[in-house]
């Protein structure tokens, strides 16, 4: 069923590598709305990625991926915000892009069974640089 959507935190963190290939300014607003501020320094090829997701302070996902564009979901958002390249690359520019949690939630949730606090570390990374490192709180109820 219907579900609402808080997010109470949602900050960029440190990824794997020494040095980064992107500044990232990251925005909350309404607890719904975030942007992504992405200022890519270099060409970056994404070979490896993770999400891992904890609810109510037990870990309940850990996803790995070798190449993230091969994930139909992140492959779909970065050619969508990034344009990434079918090596799923990204090339040197300045990418900015609003994402609505409360409509990206309800089709990936739908409300059944994931009530509660969740937090989610997504890491993005090339095998030289980090490309986006984020950290995400959000309490998921019933609408």
């Avoid at 579900?3 to 900050?11: A, K, V, W, Y």
Wanted: proline residues 3%; contains cysteine; glycine residues 6%.
């Amino acid at each position: 069923g219907p579900i609402s959507i808080t997010t109470s935190r949602f900050e960029k963190c440190k990824g794997p590598r020494r040095r980064d290939c992107s500044d990232v300014k990251l925005d909350l607003n309404n607890g719904i709305f975030i942007t992504y501020d992405i200022l890519v320094k270099s060409y970056i090829k994404l070979t490896t990625g993770r999400i891992v997701a904890v609810s109510n302070g037990k870990e309940i996902t850990r996803y790995q991926m070798k190449t993230p564009c091969d994930n139909f979901l992140v492959q779909t958002m970065f050619k969508i915000h990034l344009n990434v390249s079918n090596e799923c690359a990204v090339k040197k520019g300045h990418y900015v892009f609003k994402l609505n949690l409360q409509d990206i939630s309800q089709k990936y949730f739908d409300g059944n069974y994931f009530y509660g606090n969740w937090t989610f570390r997504t890491v993005f990374a090339g095998s030289e640089c980090n490309f986006l490192c984020a950290v995400m709180e959000l309490i998921i109820s019933p609408k």
